[in-house]
């Protein structure tokens, strides 16, 4: 293991420093050449037709299909889930997390409506935030989903409207979860009591203890409390300098001892938004000890991981200690990846990576969770309505205009409107090889999904990048 000079010395960016098929089962290695076969005949390159122009009046008609979902979401949440986190869109009924509502899904969905112009039900999402939502709980709560759709919604509402009630309620959960980082490392434990302060289960991952620069910064930059991102940055940094020599990072840690359980580095479920996290801080905050760990893990992640396929570029599995791949699985969460190199500046990689999550997505028609692409099998074939994909095509087409990331985006949104629509919401697909659906509508439909494909196709100055921040929930964070 590495202590880079980088963290003998945490530094606070200046503007805190003042701050407090029977047969073929039977031959495994035939089934899965034959398998790799049958991916590749469904893996198209980028044809002519995906590069066809996109006209203005053609984005403008995608926007409005989008708009149209969102309302169809949200009416159906308002009609049978409302003042519930989300909605169960075929049983026609609401769901909390815990045993109260933390009103999830109007709280993620506000910066959406607000970007999208939609201000009946921007009033109204906002409005049950204000007079529902209440944290002094007497219950536990996991620390990073709370954070990235609870906070991270919180401080992009208040940003947008100045209600001071929204800033209020962001710096009171913020105190309550404090207690979560008081760890012999600093490294957060994932569940919280919100009233008694009581942490449980030590055993995390790069992503529940590094997911909190840019929320715990913004409350900084807000309150004038440095206390929020000194510990943001202290536990992201924990899992910085237990790094490898080849600068590379596992799966599973110890909160209490430090200690790696699982020492398979990838970059999907688990680790994914740790890795986005240390680039975005940099881009929010200034923040030149982030942007110093970023590169060090890039630079390790293209040269262990980046592989590329007939199909396009993937990210594979590797030992953290060797570098030897450990398993060729990718997913839906991995997509992200060349959204992130894009908006770094990596555009070269960027494009073979998302010619290779467009593959994974037109494969069965819309996406797995999971699967090998090596051989093209399908290790998890649910589809939870996730936006990764459609993000990096967001990005890829702000920082190279090129239509054919328009014509890969508007394929998905088809195949998100048409194939998981209810009449009640949108359902996610319990398995995509069948088009199964399941009854969840997770609040990241409307924080996230419907907000990267809308920006897709609208007027660049809609959102200007170079004045905001996407937390990992996809709520905007001001520069």
């Known amino acids: ?26 031959f495994p290695a035939l089934f899965a050449f034959l398998a790799f076969l049958a991916f590749l005949a469904f893996s198209p390159s980028i044809s002519a037709q995906v590069r066809q122009p996109f006209s203005s ?121 404090l207690p979560a980082f008081n760890s012999p490392t600093g490294m957060p434990y994932r569940f919280v009591n919100l009233v008694t302060g009581k942490t449980r289960d030590a055993l995390s991952n790069p992503a529940e203890t590094g997911t909190y620069l840019l929320e715990f910064g913004k409350l900084t930059q807000l309150t004038k409390d440095s206390t929020f991102y000194r510990v943001a940055k202290k536990a992201a940094f924990e899992v910085f300098k237990r790094r490898t020599d080849l600068d590379l990072v596992g799966t599973t840690i110890d909160v209490n001892t430090g200690e790696w359980k ?8 688990r680790i994914d938004s740790y890795f986005e996290y240390l680039y975005k801080a940099w881009l929010l905050f200034g923040d030149r000890d982030c942007k110093d760990a970023w590169e060090i893990h890039n630079r390790a992640i293209m040269k262990y991981m980046f592989t590329e396929v007939p199909s ?24 992200f990846y060349a959204g992130i190199l894009a908006l770094s500046g990596d555009i070269p990689h960027a494009r073979k990576i998302q010619q290779g999550n467009y593959a994974m ?41 090129d239509n054919q990331y328009l014509r890969m ?50 007027p660049e100055k809609t959102l200007d990048l170079g004045k905001v921040v996407f937390n990992t929930e996809a709520h905007l964070l001001k520069k």
């Open 1 to 26: 293991m590495k202590n880079s000079s980088i963290i003998k010395s945490l530094k606070i960016p200046s503007f805190f420093t003042s701050l407090s098929l029977p047969a073929l089962f039977a």
């Open 57 to 177: 009046a053609q984005k403008a008609a995608q926007c409005e299909k989008i708009k149209a979902a969102c309302r169809h979401a949200w009416d159906g949440y308002k009609t049978y889930a409302s003042g519930y986190d989300a909605l169960k869109p075929i049983s026609r009924t609401g769901r909390n997390w815990y045993g109260t509502s933390f009103m999830m899904t109007p709280l993620d969905a506000f910066d959406t409506f607000y970007l999208l112009g939609m201000k009946k039900e921007a009033g109204e999402a906002k409005s049950m935030v204000v007079n529902g939502l209440n944290f002094n709980v007497d219950t536990e709560v996991q620390l990073f989903e709370v954070n990235i759709r609870l906070m991270g919604g919180l401080l992009s509402a208040y940003e947008l409207t100045k209600d001071k009630r929204l800033l209020t309620l962001a710096k009171d959960l913020g105190t309550r979860l």
């Open 262 to 269: 699982n020492t398979e580095c990838q970059i999907g479920a």
């Open 312 to 335: 396009g570029g993937y990210f594979t599995r590797v030992d953290m200690r060797s570098g030897k791949e450990t398993n060729s699985l990718y997913g839906a969460l991995d997509a």
């Open 361 to 401: 997505w037109t494969k069965f028609g819309i996406e797995p969770e999971e699967f090998n692409f090596r051989t093209g099998q399908v290790t998890d074939p649910s589809y939870p309505l996730r936006p990764e994909n459609i993000e990096s095509c967001f990005y890829l087409y702000r920082k190279t205009k």
């Open 409 to 458: 985006g508007e394929q998905m949104v088809i195949d998100i409107l048409t194939k998981c629509k209810t009449e009640a919401g949108f359902a996610e697909m319990k398995d995509v090889t069948k088009l199964e659906t399941s009854d969840s509508m997770e609040s990241f439909f409307l924080a996230e999904t419907l907000k990267y494909a809308y920006l897709l196709f609208a």
